[in-house]
Nanobody
Framework: QVQLVESGGGLVQAGGSLRLSCAASGGVLSGYTMAWFRQAPGKDREFVAAVGWSGDSTYYADSVKGRFTVSRDNAKNSLYLSMNNLKPEDSTIYYC????????????????WGQGTQVTVSS
C-alpha cells in the first residue's frame, strides 16, 4: 500500500517562497504520475501541478504557472513543489497524490493521497 506524507508547509508573507515535499513509501512508484492538489474549506479539490514518471512531463494550473515548479526524485521516492511569489489566495491545504498512468488534472483518477500540509500566505 502506497503511503504519501507531505511536509514543508507553513506561514509566509506574500511574495515569499516555500518548498513542499512528499515522501512515498510502501511500494514502487514505477509508472506512477505524481501530483499536487489543494483544497480550500467548502471548495472542490483543485489541481495544482503534476509530473509524469520520468520527470520530463510537467503540467500546471494556469493560476500557478510561472510561479510554481513541480519535480520528483525517483531514487528518493519523493515529489516536490517549489512555490515562489506566493499570494494570499494560495493559502490552503496542499495534498500530494499518485496514480498509475498518464498525468491528469482530475482528482478522482488518483488512487493515493497524503494527509495534506497547510500553506498560509499573509498579505
Amino acid at each position: 500500500q502506497v503511503q504519501l506524507v507531505e511536509s514543508g508547509g507553513g506561514l509566509v508573507q506574500a511574495g515569499g517562497s516555500l518548498r513542499l515535499s512528499c515522501a512515498a513509501s510502501g511500494g514502487v512508484l514505477s509508472g506512477y504520475t505524481m501530483a499536487w492538489f489543494r483544497q480550500a474549506p467548502g471548495k472542490d479539490r483543485e489541481f495544482v501541478a503534476a509530473v509524469g514518471w520520468s520527470g520530463d512531463s510537467t503540467y500546471y494550473a494556469d493560476s500557478v504557472k510561472g510561479r510554481f515548479t513541480v519535480s520528483r526524485d525517483n531514487a528518493k521516492n519523493s515529489l516536490y513543489l517549489s512555490m515562489n511569489n506566493l499570494k494570499p489566495e494560495d493559502s490552503t491545504i496542499y495534498y500530494c497524490a499518485a496514480m498509475l498512468g498518464w498525468p491528469t488534472t482530475a482528482p478522482r483518477r488518483y488512487d493515493h493521497w497524503g494527509q495534506g500540509t497547510q500553506v498560509t500566505v499573509s498579505s
